[in-house]
């Protein structure tokens, strides 16, 4: 038998269902805040997560990381500080349908809280991670609760959704492993280098990039930067730049409608046929197969695709 829920997340589910109608991430009226409908399983699929935190109030979403699985549903929310190539599948039906509460990392905000509670309780020290799963504590649950409840009158939302949201972000930072997302956006020591160097290759994917260059610009040796590199995104810094590309080709094909060759050079590729092969081998279909599947699951136009599966901006 079922274990019924508590009256918080029954209520959380209740708003949700208006908040996301449709399937696949509905805008809402705060920036960087999208409600995200499932209606059906997914087996593991490759993602790049933008930095964001993801909130789930009924469904359940694993993620896979080299040997680490990352689990996040309505007992658990995912944050992620810099962008990290992973597996990730979905549990959910038309009958229960995933229903989360995504927020892109809001860098200033975190950073503007951060420093106030660091001078209330003093300066704490943690590991910072790319990614992590943390339990969801009853204050986060009420505040999350609230905001849902707000975003759902559009005048509230308008005028009264950026501090909910504010107290949402207080709530993590406080939290259990509040000091691992201090740790990462303080960018302190080696996992800010490395994030100097994951930035780079955001910016610059469709460029030659080396090794030798993403060193230089993390300030690091090449085998140190090897080594912690490896260690905050579970991959090589050229396995990595190859499925950004991958990643951000896919992309760029839903939402223009372009070849796969066009896209090939647009990405960094010189090979249109080594992009084919590339891309097959990580996403399990050609590029063509690829965007015709992610238009028939999510039954979306382009431009407004699913984000999570690419760090698009």
């Given at each position: 038998m079922a274990k019924p829920r508590d009256p918080s997340t029954a209520r959380m589910v209740q708003l949700m269902a208006h908040l996301a109608p449709t399937e696949g991430y509905n805008l809402s009226a705060v920036d960087d805040v999208r409600f995200l409908r499932s209606n059906r399983p997914?087996?593991?699929?490759?993602?790049?997560?933008?930095?964001?935190?993801?909130?789930?109030?009924?469904?359940?979403?694993?993620?896979?990381?080299?040997?680490?699985?990352?689990?996040?549903?309505?007992?658990?929310?995912?944050?992620?500080?810099?962008?990290?190539?992973?597996?990730?599948?979905?549990?959910?039906?038309?009958?229960?349908?995933?229903?989360?509460?995504?927020?892109?990392?809001?860098?200033?905000?975190?950073?503007?809280?951060?420093?106030?509670?660091?001078?209330?309780?003093?300066?704490?020290?943690?590991?910072?991670?790319?990614?992590?799963?943390?339990?969801?504590?009853?204050?986060?649950?009420?505040?999350?609760?609230?905001?849902?409840?707000?975003?759902?009158e559009a005048t509230d939302a308008a005028i009264l959704g950026p501090a909910m949201l504010r107290e949402i972000y207080y709530r993590i930072i406080t939290g259990e492993q509040g000091g691992t997302l201090r740790a990462a956006i303080s960018q302190q020591g080696?996992?800010?280098?490395?994030?100097?160097a994951i930035r780079k290759i955001h910016s610059g994917y469709h460029q030659r990039l080396s090794v030798e260059t993403l060193a230089h610009e993390a300030q690091m040796s090449v085998p140190n930067f090897h080594l912690h590199f490896r260690k905050v995104t579970d991959a090589s810094p050229m396995q990595y730049l190859k499925s950004t590309?991958?990643?951000?080709?896919?992309?760029?094909?839903?939402?223009?409608?372009?070849?796969?060759?066009?896209?090939?050079?647009?990405?960094?590729?010189?090979?249109?046929?080594?992009?084919?092969?590339?891309?097959?081998r990580l996403f399990g279909r050609t590029p063509l197969a690829e965007v015709a599947w992610m238009k028939r699951t999510y039954a979306l136009p382009a431009p407004t695709s699913p984000s999570e599966f690419v760090s698009s901006h």
């Open positions: 997914l087996t593991r699929t490759p993602v790049l997560y933008e930095p964001g935190i993801v909130i789930l109030c009924q469904g359940r979403k694993r993620g896979y990381l080299g040997d680490d699985v990352y689990i996040y549903d309505a007992q658990h929310y995912l944050v992620v500080s810099v962008p990290v190539p992973f597996t990730m599948e979905t549990d959910a039906s038309e009958a229960e349908p995933m229903l989360a509460v995504y927020l892109r990392l809001d860098f200033t905000l975190a950073s503007e809280l951060i420093e106030q509670v660091d001078q209330v309780r003093g300066f704490s020290v943690a590991e910072p991670m790319g990614m992590y799963a943390s339990a969801m504590d009853e204050p986060l649950r009420q505040s999350t609760l609230r905001f849902l409840e707000i975003m759902g080696q996992f800010g280098k490395i994030t100097r590309r991958l990643h951000q080709a896919r992309l760029l094909m839903l939402r223009n409608d372009l070849s796969a060759a066009k896209t090939a050079f647009l990405v960094g590729y010189e090979s249109p046929s080594q992009f084919s092969r590339d891309f097959k």
